[in-house]
């Protein structure tokens, strides 16, 4: 049974449009992030949360916000789409917050901004 | 930057082979972490190394860390065709900080 799941897998969108990319853990993890993952770049760092609060925001637009309802979820809002947005998005968890502690990431959400 | 190295690196080999594959970092860390990604999926972990520790083994991995010169080395003896991937190290962010930051990585084909 997978672990952390994404949804959906694949995701087309509209300039200027609004999307959120949804995650959920079942893995008992206290610490989610976000990362982004654009063709041929690194994964790049976007957010971690850690008991549900965002502990860190390395995205400088605030067209991107992480909503967390639950402690296992960890959900990404994107609004005013842009095609420079179009990338994989990975959510992760770990046991806790911390450079020591093994992320675990999901599948994907492939986005692409037409 | 994080890296020395920025962009994506290519390996091609035959099955059985060994191989390594090295990253550089400018920031002091606590540990590398070295991660694997096959093609569609999301990265996932191979080995951690911490400041503390020279060498790490796993199976046919082994990685190094030599911390006077922020570099670690991950190495695979005996390489097979499901070993394709691509592979990152990461570290933490600036001083102190818990974030990893990922390398560009290096794309590993092994052929059968």
């Known amino acids: 049974d997978p672990k952390i799941i994404q949804k959906p897998k694949y995701l087309v969108a509209v300039t200027g449009s609004e999307k959120i990319l949804i995650c959920e853990q079942y893995?008992?993890?206290?610490?989610m992030y976000w990362y982004r993952q654009s063709a041929k770049k690194p994964l790049e760092f976007m957010f971690s949360?850690?008991?549900?609060?965002?502990?860190d925001n390395q995205t400088a637009s605030s067209r991107f916000q992480p909503q967390s309802s639950k402690k296992n979820h960890l959900d990404l809002q994107i609004t005013a789409l842009k095609p420079d947005d179009s990338a994989t998005y990975f959510c992760?968890?770990?046991?806790?917050?911390?450079?020591?502690?093994?992320?675990?990431f999901g599948p994907g959400t492939r986005l692409t901004v037409l | 930057s994080q890296w020395g190295e920025e962009n994506l690196q290519a390996l091609s080999i035959q099955e059985g082979e060994d191989v390594t594959m090295n990253c550089s970092y400018k920031?002091?860390?606590?540990?590398v972490q070295w991660y694997r990604q096959k093609s569609g999926k999301g990265p996932a972990l191979i080995i951690l190394?911490?400041?503390?520790?020279r060498e790490k083994r796993s199976g046919r991995l082994r990685a190094t860390l030599d911390t006077s010169s922020q570099s670690s080395s991950l190495s695979i003896t005996g390489t097979l065709a499901t070993d394709t991937a691509v592979y990152f190290c990461?570290?933490?962010?600036?001083?102190?900080?818990?974030?990893?930051?990922f390398g560009s990585g290096t794309q590993l084909t092994v052929m059968p």
């Open positions: 949360y850690s008991y549900q609060k965002l502990m």
């Open positions: 992760a968890s770990s046991q806790d917050r911390g450079s020591s502690y093994e992320q675990y």
């Open positions: 893995l008992g993890h206290n610490a």
């Open positions: 990461a570290t933490e962010g600036s001083s102190g900080s818990w974030q990893l930051i």
């Open positions: 920031t002091y860390t606590t540990v």
């Open positions: 190394i911490r400041s503390n520790e």
